[in-house]
């Protein structure tokens, strides 16, 4: 089946810097992925959607200048925290769709547990 | 009001009891449906569909009710390894693209 590969699975970074969290479609190509955010005991929430070749589109009340969001290829999105605050850290995960297949085929990525301190 | 709603639980059940989950949606235009499993600190893998008609897959039986926008989740002779988090998951168009809007997610802990 299709794979998403999400990298890396666990940063800890510093309060003020920058993470990039990656999410590659292994075995197909994604025109576009999905990045979701789970907070402890809480549902996925849909941030945004990465467009292939065109601008991210972000959900109400996630700050596009904070979550960047780059599509360069149709095989990798990326994910950039920038100047992460204690407050982001958070599980977060990508998803995308083999469009060989139906709706059902939806792949998520391994998940980023990010923790800022 | 949430777009899905869950009840959270947890649903504390002892091996081999039958346990059902339910899930309402606020969208009547919804098409799909599905109930995906989430274990700890893990990404949700699909479980199963969830069709007009009802589907069945071995002990898990998931049922949609339109008039009444909710769908269930019903494991029959639980397992110790189905102890998990069952995240509702509806479909919604927007702009011409299809996104997930996932439920809070039930816990279910099966006891020895």
């Known amino acids: 089946g299709a794979v998403v590969s999400q990298h890396p699975s666990r940063v800890i970074c510093k309060s003020g810097t920058s993470v990039k969290i990656e999410c590659r479609s292994l075995?197909?190509?994604?025109?576009?992925m999905f990045w979701y955010r789970q907070f402890p005991k809480q549902s996925l929430m849909l941030m945004a959607t990465?467009?292939?070749?065109?601008?991210?589109?972000?959900e109400q009340g996630v700050e596009k200048d904070k979550f960047l969001i780059n599509h360069a290829s149709l095989t990798l999105s990326t994910l950039t925290v920038t100047s992460a605050h204690p407050e982001d850290s958070s599980f977060y995960i990508c998803?995308?769709?083999?469009?060989?297949?139906?709706?059902?085929?939806?792949?998520f990525g391994s998940g980023t547990r990010l923790t800022v301190v | 009001r949430k777009e899905v709603e869950q009840d959270p639980g947890p649903f504390n059940v002892p091996e081999g009891a039958t346990v059902a989950f339910n899930c309402t949606y606020s969208?009547?235009?919804?098409?799909?449906f599905f109930w995906y499993r989430q274990d700890c600190r893990k990404e949700p893998k699909l479980l199963m569909s969830?069709?007009?008609s009802g589907n069945e897959d071995g002990r898990f039986t998931a049922q949609l009710n339109r008039a009444s926008q909710y769908i269930s989740l019903l494991i029959r002779d639980s397992k110790l390894s189905d102890s998990a988090t069952y995240l509702c998951?509806?479909?919604?168009?927007?702009?011409?693209?299809?996104?997930?809007?996932f439920g809070t997610g039930t816990r279910l802990k099966v006891l020895a």
């Open positions: 998803s995308a769709r083999d469009p060989g297949t139906g709706l059902d085929g939806y792949t």
């Open positions: 075995d197909f190509q994604a025109t576009t």
């Open positions: 990465s467009n292939e070749g065109s601008k991210a589109t972000y």
């Open positions: 969208n009547s235009a919804s098409q799909s």
């Open positions: 969830v069709y007009s």
């Open positions: 998951v509806v479909i919604k168009v927007t702009s011409g693209t299809y996104k997930y809007i």
